[in-house]
């Protein structure tokens, strides 16, 4: 190393001597720093998305490398956000790799103390009997003046506020042609 | 806004930027406070006679924007001489049935209508929330009404608004609200100020208003302060709601709600919609003026939209499929059915009432004694392990070897996994694209309720009962793709959106949905989404390259029209009422109505046209009547009909509340939803004995750092470590008072709960003197809950069950409690001490005080 490269390699020179004179950009970076790049650059893809927090609706760019959320930022095209987040949703993508998250499913039988497995396709089959014998133990046809009921009270549903218009629009569809009445949300609340 | 809202308090900020004044009132100091130009603390629970003060004053100086006013507004029309205010009945309008606790509202009617008003009898609706039906579209009313345009008129609106708030002075605010006089005539000069031709003013809120007894009211006096300052339907203008979930505006429109259907079509009633043409007529009301005159059109199109080829005008479009309320179907009710054995199953979509509904040991007790309860979520919430870790196994009251619920937990796509559209708090609709595959068994709620469907209609396929073939005549068949046959979402955004039943082709507008089976729509109010085939939410056209009113950034409904009843922007003539607020306005030469915005109003309809006599539905709107979905054109500043606890808003006090209403012998909301049920109680309120058990007002609120009822952010990381602790804050005053350390720990008493939590004492929290006494309110998070990174007391445990009576929402942002130093006991010795405060309370679960207030003297005030 040549004096004139160990000197240029002092911040302070740089600080001094280059556009950076509050240290505070170019003048302070080392080789190590200079060599980093954002995660965002180097993504295979990125998917427009809208934060799951609260109703405002900020935009959201999700970055994907490797099938897996690298990050998730604001969108600066947005109206509404202008690329902001509130501390919430810059923590989206832990929230989305939290390694609390439940990835199978759990189940727990009636008076026992602990969770066990359980297949999907077999829970969606035990839960689709389940649902038809309580409609059928609670089903009523008519009120007591012969007025058509068409209803269970048999089985509730609640939650919706967090889920797509889609979502909601089969899970009513779907219950409403079962005869069940008692769907609600977080509206109510 | 600053604290729960962040993002959208950028647009606040930029506002005073450019010389707004902004004034926060909150009972506690926040972050809002600290940029506001003028913070007024308020006793929680008394915002209605802080607004009624604002309405005296801009009545008093006559600063309303007349114009607009006598043009836009209903103040000049002239109500029936049956009608009494509560001024004259103590705290209760005309019509009160004390058998029921509803009004007759017969006599609440314009002059000459008095037969018109709907049911008559408000009792139903009550147990229906048929209030809620309201948020596309006012209530029935017969379009033609006598009006007095000098205002005159002992019985017009304007007269009765003025007699009706003549008392709310500056100095009753003060003794209501613990808000001096000057600090509240700071606000109400600043907010009168910013109205007329050139100026605009904007009310915002988070729907916290809506968690009171009278919450309904709250907005009602919101919106009559900025329909007398012709703030509507303007650009800077209007009534904001701030709500609180991605798509909690979404699930309303599209509801999962017991009592209503997509689009603000009510769920049929077993006595009063036997026939689909009665349920029509129940909507679109036959004669009346405005646009659910087409209401047989959206019913038609959305059973078609359901059932499909078994729809047919002979069958009524299989209307007699849909199940038909008798009564209260509430989440409130369903709690308390299920305690008592009566509900059997239970589906948990994203939702934590363990946590996040009001009287959390009732949710937990109700769960805790069912057949089985499915939870899909993100996390192990609190209400799936309520068997095993819930604070009723520790004190013996749930033992998990003698629980019986089967628990299912299926763990669910995050937002990031699925695609589909949020729908934001301005009705805007925002497509998500998917970014990843859900990991392991995690599937989206599309996919769980397509194949739930599919597996219910293959196991009836074989059946003969009429009663399955609702189910199996269902239009059931979404394409799927991709290795977990995940159900195409864009298919049924397009169902929703509605299509030509014949050619498959989507609907541009709800104009084109037709009675007679030839269109299908899933949402009438979304109609438009899916035009030309293509997907309008999933716009991203750039700020940057857009005006500011970015109507090609999604897709917002109706119509993709950004501020409702837009046609307010202009003058009764159709000019702007301004250069610098011109935004809709009617343009001469061709003859149409044009702007930046999409207009809210029939396109070419002339601002001279006056309706033929007798004209009904949208031909009856005259060119000057802004308010097409309301049934007279005009904005309500009195509500004949549609509210019913009161055609205006009254103060009560909430029904918790440790001061006697100043303003009337009524003491809280006489047609409040109760429910006296043994797990249920009050906390006794004056005129009551032993108000003075539950000393100290209580509020609630959210954290930035938190969301909810905390799946969301308990469980993550960065946020956790943030707001790591369950905490309550407290004035000095109150800490000396109470002897409570900074920093150590208090627990707090209620008639249902005791909770503990950490001491902050601080200023954010203030004393207010009120009727010449200091309350004290203390403040806590509401997000914490036993399971997750960081965890705590639920402070929804203390509140009890009492409703709103239009929305059957319940109070849950006031109560009153007792505040005591050092941590709670444990064990079956919490249970002594709630039950020691019951005792010395005088409260016997199960039997509520009555609805009306009752003196010592045993004199009920007002009720005749």
Sequence with gaps: ?189 | MAEAHPVGFQWVMEAKRRGAKVFHVDPRFTRTSAVADSYLPIRAGTDIALLGGVVRYILDNELDFREYVLSYTNAATIVSEEFSDTEDGDGFFSGFDPETGTYVQDSWQYEGNEGSSGSGHTAKERDSASGLEHESHGAQIDGDTPRDETLQHPRCVYQILKRHFARYTPEMVERVCGIPQDKFLELAEAWTRNSGRERTGMLIYSVGWTQHSVGVQYIRTGAIIQLLLGNMGRPGGGVMALRGHASIQGSTDIPTLFNLLPGYLPMPHHADHPTFDEWVDSIRHPGQKGFWGNAGSFAASLLKAYWGDAATPENDYCYGYLPRLTGDHGTYQQVLNMIDGKIKGYFLLGQNPAVGSAHGRAQRLGMANLDWLVVRDLFMIESATFWQNGPEVATGEIVPKECRTEVFFLPAASHVEKEGTFTQTQRLLQWREKAVEPPGDARSELWFFYHLGRKLREKLADSPLPRDRALLDLTWDYPTHGPQAEPSAEAVLREINGYDVATGRPLSSFAEARADGSTAIGCWIYTGVYADGVNQAARRKSRHEQDWVAAEWGWAWPANRRILYNRASADPDGNPWSERKRYVWWDAEKSEWTGYDVPDFEKTKPPSYQPPPGASGTEGIAGDDPFIMQGDGKGWLYAPSGVLDGPLPTHYEPVESPVRNPLYGQQANPTRKMYAHPVNSVNPSPPEQHSQVFPYVFTVSRLTEHHTAGAMSRTVSPLAELQPEMFVEVSPELAVERGLAHLGWAHLVSGRAVIEAKVLVTDRLTPLRVENRLIHQVWLPYHFGFEGLVTGDSANDLFGISLDPNVLIQESKVGTCDVRPGRRPTGPALLDLVADYQRRAGINPGHNAPAVTTDSEGKEHGAS
């Excluded at chain 1, 509050?22 to 954002?38: P, V, W």
Aim: charged share 25%; aromatic share 6%.
């Design chain 1, 1 to 189: 190393m040549g004096l004139r490269t160990f000197i240029e390699g002092w911040p302070v020179y740089r600080q001094l001597t280059g556009t950076d004179p509050l240290g505070r950009g170019a003048a302070a970076k080392s080789d190590g720093s200079r060599a980093l790049t954002a995660r965002t650059e180097d993504a295979d893809s990125v998917a427009r998305s809208v934060c799951p927090y609260c109703a405002v609706g900020c935009g959201q760019r999700v970055f994907v490398k490797d099938g897996q959320v690298s990050q998730i930022e604001g969108d600066p095209d947005s109206p509404i956000s202008r690329g902001r987040l509130c501390p919430k949703g810059s923590a989206s993508k832990s929230l989305v790799t939290s390694p609390l998250r439940q990835t199978t499913v759990r189940y727990r039988r009636p008076y026992s103390t602990q969770w066990e497995d359980l297949e999907l396709d077999t829970a969606l089959d035990m839960i689709a009997d389940r649902m038809l014998a309580a409609r059928e133990q609670t089903w009523e046809d008519v009120d007591t003046q012969g007025r058509p009921l068409n209803r269970t009270l048999g089985f509730s549903s609640l939650g919706g506020a967090t889920l797509d218009n889609e979502e909601n629009y089969l899970i009513k569809k779907l219950f409403t042609a079962m005869g069940a009445l008692q769907i609600e949300n977080q509206a109510r609340i």
